[in-house]
Nanobody, 120 residues
Framework: QVQLVESGGGLVQPGDSLRLSCVASGYSLDYYAIGWFRQAPGKEREGVSC????????YYSNSLKGRFTISRDNAKNMVYLQMNSLKPEDTAVYYC?????????????WGQGTQVTVSS
């Protein structure tokens, strides 16, 4: 199965930027759509963003458009989530997910998550 490892989380101040990375070891991202979910304490997981494998089409939560940017480097089997103008409400565990082909289906694989904390 696909193994996903996230990195880049941490403690930051409001307004700061952070870039999360996700690497799929041993598998080419050319065949997978990669996305990001997040989960705050006591809340359900919510979709953040996704990038398809076929045409690179991207999707974002409406509330995050303009602040978050997803990108991928298939040669390195890596996907990035650039997060700008971070707010305390962005505090959550962020998960990298993968599903075949595109972003239309449910995630097949999940990473362990990386904690992002934005101080108030």
């Amino acid at each position: 199965q696909v193994q996903l490892v996230e990195s880049g989380g941490g403690l930051v101040q409001p307004g700061d930027s952070l870039r999360l990375s996700c690497v799929a070891s041993g598998y080419s991202l050319d065949y997978y759509a990669i996305g990001w979910f997040r989960q705050a304490p006591g809340k359900e997981r919510e979709g953040v963003s996704c990038i398809s494998s076929s045409d690179g089409r991207t999707y974002y939560s409406n509330s995050l458009k303009g602040r978050f940017t997803i990108s991928r480097d298939n040669a390195k089997n890596m996907v990035y989530l650039q997060m700008n103008s971070l707010k305390p409400e962005d505090t959550a565990v962020y998960y990298c997910v993968a599903t075949p082909r595109d972003c239309s289906g449910p995630p097949d694989y999940w990473g362990q998550g990386t904690q992002v904390t934005v101080s108030s």
